[in-house]
């Protein structure tokens, strides 16, 4: 994984995991979040939307440091780096999506569950790995267990965490960034709600920040 990426995130704490219906909304949402105190965002290709309003985001709002989340094949792997996309996040290890990346010089961030899924990813030489769906995976003790056997590498826990946990999981030393979807509601983005948006990215930032 590129180093200025890895440290961007490791510097921004938590990263807004979301999906846009709508890419007229992408560059509102976008200055909700950098009034609320965050700089980086996962867009899911969870919506036909993804593609554009990645597009548009490094367009317009280009100090904003926009992922490519659910990647799950190299077609889409490209499209996002094609869009803009600054790295490639995906909810599972793809081992054709990871090489693309590697050979074209893209930050990647497999999911991984397991032991297995984690060494798959350490043979392809990736350190910093999505730690997904973080809270029925086991959450903060999973990873307290893999930090012995795993102690090179470091994890983006993603799934079930919010303000409650947020702060768990970033006291674990092999976390580098969490991954929250309660930042930017699905409806909230639809219907244009900025004003709640920014807040609750205050509200993580703060907490990611205590």
């Not at 309003?53 to 280009?62: A, F, H, N, Q």
């Not at 674990?172 to 930042?183: D, E, K, Q, T």
Request: proline letters at 7%; one cysteine or more; a neutral charge.
């Amino acid at each position: 994984m590129e180093t200025d990426l890895y440290q961007c995130l490791k510097k921004e704490k938590i990263v807004p995991v979301i999906k846009i219906n709508d890419p007229g909304q992408a560059v509102g949402m976008a200055r909700a979040l950098l009034a609320g105190g965050l700089s980086s965002a996962e867009i899911t290709f969870r919506s036909a939307a993804a593609e554009e309003s990645i597009r548009i985001l490094t367009r317009e709002v280009p100090e904003l440091v926009v992922c490519a989340g659910t990647v799950l094949n190299v077609e889409t792997a490209r499209k996002a780096i094609q869009a803009g996309a600054r790295g490639i996040i995906s909810p599972g290890t793809n081992p054709e999506v990871v090489a693309f990346c590697l050979a074209d010089g893209v930050p990647v961030i497999p999911g991984c569950m397991t032991p297995t899924e984690i060494e798959a990813n350490m043979r392809m030489g990736l350190k910093a790995v999505k730690f997904f769906p973080a809270e029925p995976a086991g959450g903060v003790k999973m990873l307290k267990a893999f930090a012995g056997p795993y102690a090179g590498v470091q994890f983006m826990p993603t799934g079930g965490i919010n303000l409650a946990n947020l702060k768990s999981y970033l006291e674990l030393p092999n976390v580098f960034c969490c991954g929250g979807s309660w930042i930017v509601p699905e409806k909230e983005l639809d219907r244009g709600d900025f004003a709640l948006i920014q807040e609750n990215a205050r509200l993580a930032a703060n907490q990611a920040n205590c």
